[in-house]
């Protein structure tokens, strides 16, 4: 089983930057694909960022140019750099980690986190 344990949420003004982390459990183990999500109130869970094991990055276009996925394999975290923040970015975003057939923004994610609440206003 793995655990993925997010952090670095909080409130900060429409403009600014916050960077999510999210920790793996298990080690050594790398994912084929890891993810964030997002869930707005009334909103369906929309997919943000993911990373595949050899690096491939795929974005949400609502998101390119402002965020970016990155993995610290030494330390096995995932990071989402969110910058020029906007109020339609609030949402509680998650951590997922393992999809077979591609790393799409498609919500079928073996593992998810508790997720990190963003908050911009």
């Known amino acids: 089983h793995v655990q993925l344990v997010e952090s670095g949420g909080g409130s900060v003004e429409a403009g600014g930057s916050l960077t999510l982390s999210c920790a793996v459990s298990?080690?050594?183990?790398?994912?084929?694909?890891m993810a964030w999500f997002r869930q707005a109130p009334g909103k369906e869970r929309e997919g943000v960022a993911s990373?595949?094991?050899?690096?491939?990055?795929t974005y949400a276009e609502s998101v390119k140019g402002r965020f970016t996925i990155s993995h610290d394999k030494a330390k096995n975290t995932l990071f989402l750099q969110m910058n020029s923040l906007k109020p339609e970015d609030t949402a509680m975003y998650y951590c997922v980690a393992e999809r077979y057939g591609g790393c799409k923004l498609v919500a079928d994610y073996t593992y998810w986190g508790q997720g990190t609440q963003v908050t911009v206003s």
């Open positions: 990373m595949s094991s050899d690096g491939r990055t």
């Open positions: 298990r080690s050594p183990y790398t994912a084929h694909c």
